[in-house]
């Protein structure tokens, strides 16, 4: 069974730096297209950021240039965030696609405090 778990939240500054990690176990056939999304309190999960299997990267337009999405082998992918700001609090999601099917960890929560 397929499970994604990440670590890294917690809470700091705006202007400061936070590293999301997601590690995935289980049953993987290869390296698979990964991605990081966020859900604020009221608001709708939004995608943050995806890698392909590949490597290729995007980025939501409000995090270019301050979120960098990585990853070092086939389970683990890294969020790293430079920059925060208040607006980024939310809880982070990894999923991952494999097949036909979608995979997602608990969820982080990463607060920005002004």
């Known amino acids: 069974q397929v499970q994604l778990v990440e670590s890294g939240g917690g809470l700091v500054q705006a202007g400061g730096s936070l590293r999301l990690s997601c590690v995935v176990s289980g049953s993987i056939f290869s390296r698979n297209a990964m991605a990081w999304h966020r859900q604020a309190p009221g608001k709708q999960r939004e995608l943050v950021a995806r890698i392909t299997a590949l490597g290729s990267t995007n980025y939501a337009d409000s995090v270019k240039g301050r979120f960098t999405i990585s990853r070092d082998n086939a389970r683990t992918v890294y969020l790293q965030m430079n920059s925060l700001k208040p607006e980024d609090t939310a809880v982070y999601y990894c999923?991952?696609?494999?097949?036909?099917?979608?995979?997602w960890g608990q969820g982080t929560q990463v607060t920005v405090s002004s």
């Open positions: 999923d991952m696609i494999q097949g036909a099917r979608e995979y």
